[in-house]
């Protein structure tokens, strides 16, 4: 099915998953109730059933827009992760090979990210969440295995030689703090080849976004099982995200060496441990400026006029931090 660009859901989207998608679970009848998530490559939709307790989530990928087998490794992954203890992942309950869908539990509670700027910091509630976020990635880490591996220094070059060419056709890709970091990266890429860091198998989009917090514990979604990749990568990018969601920008007092906000990096070690990485001196410094300059460039090249002040004010605090975190990564490394 193509996933038609529009808001509101069609009759002829509800016909389509009632009749071609959901009959894979063998009861019946449902109903669609709304298309709830719409995204370049696929779309959510909440279903229910008279013969289930639960609402249903159904994703359907467009086969053109999506990479190949993405909704086969979708149900693999959920399959692999499956729990019913604190921490969790959506059940899987049926994978549609022929309209490259994947019928899932719907989860009753809001995405981390949704309720960020609900949470005023001084209330306590945003460190309890960000806490719970750490102890959920602590699981699923854990869950596979996980081991002191050399860094894979030319692959991360690629990614960052990627990141620059998409950055080129941006607004404001001359700006020389952007090229100070990327000639940065590149330097630490080559500086950090080889050396040992904690890999395990990541989730490698790991964002407030993609994680529910439950009333006793957490759900996480939209990860790939089997990716082998170090564990920094997916906690500086959840510790990114949490900074350009804040009422205010953090300080630069607050970013200090961990290059981060300062409480909610004590928040999230707290969960996911005191010591996350036994990396090299910079290295956790050098993940967090990836992440950093990886979302920079994807806010100038994002073309979405009704968040285009929110994609500026993010991309200010964007290039303030990745100006701290360059000259933090920068003493770190030997001179060129």
């Not at 949704?114 to 102890?135: H, I, N």
């Not at 295995?145 to 990141?163: C, M, N, S, T």
């Not at 790991?206 to 529910?212: C, K, S, V």
Request: a positive charge; glycine letters at 6%.
């Amino acid at each position: 099915m193509k996933v038609p660009h529009i808001r509101t859901l069609q009759a002829a989207e509800a016909d389509f998953v009632c009749n071609e998608v959901l009959p894979a679970l063998g009861t019946g009848p449902f109903r669609i109730e709304d298309r709830v998530l719409m995204r370049r490559d696929s779309a959510i939709f909440r279903a229910s059933s008279p013969a289930s307790a639960t609402a249903l989530a159904v994703k359907i990928y467009d086969p053109v827009a999506s990479k190949p087998g993405a909704a086969e490794k979708l149900y693999a992954s959920l399959r692999k992760y499956e729990s019913r203890d604190k921490f969790t992942v959506p059940r899987a309950y049926a994978f549609v090979e022929k309209h490259h869908a994947v019928v899932m539990e719907w989860i009753e509670a809001p995405r981390f990210g949704d309720t960020l700027l609900r949470l005023p910091p001084w209330t306590g509630k945003r460190r309890e969440q960000v806490t719970l976020a750490g102890e959920w990635l602590r699981w699923f880490h854990a869950t596979t295995d996980v081991r002191q591996a050399p860094y894979d220094g030319p692959k991360a070059l690629r990614k960052i030689e990627k990141i620059a060419a998409r950055s080129e056709t941006a607004t404001g890709c001359t700006d020389k703090n952007l090229q100070k970091c990327f000639t940065l990266l590149r330097q630490a890429a080559s500086h950090f080849d080889r050396q040992p860091v904690t890999h395990a198998d990541v989730h490698d989009d790991f964002t407030p976004y993609n994680i529910f917090i439950l009333k006793e514990g957490a759900a996480g979604f939209d990860f790939t099982a089997g990716r082998k990749g170090p564990i920094l990568r997916d906690i500086c990018r959840f510790l990114v995200y949490l900074d350009t969601h804040k009422y205010l920008p953090t300080t630069a007092a607050d970013l200090q060496a961990q290059g981060c906000n300062r409480a909610d990096f004590e928040a999230f070690t707290q969960g996911y441990g005191a010591d996350p990485d036994k990396s090299p001196e910079g290295f956790l410094l050098y993940m967090q400026l990836t992440e950093i300059v990886r979302l920079w460039v994807a806010n100038m090249t994002r073309r979405r006029a009704v968040q285009g002040l929110i994609r500026s004010l993010e991309t200010r605090r964007l290039r303030r931090m990745a100006l701290h975190v360059s000259q933090a990564l920068e003493k770190k490394l030997p001179a060129a």
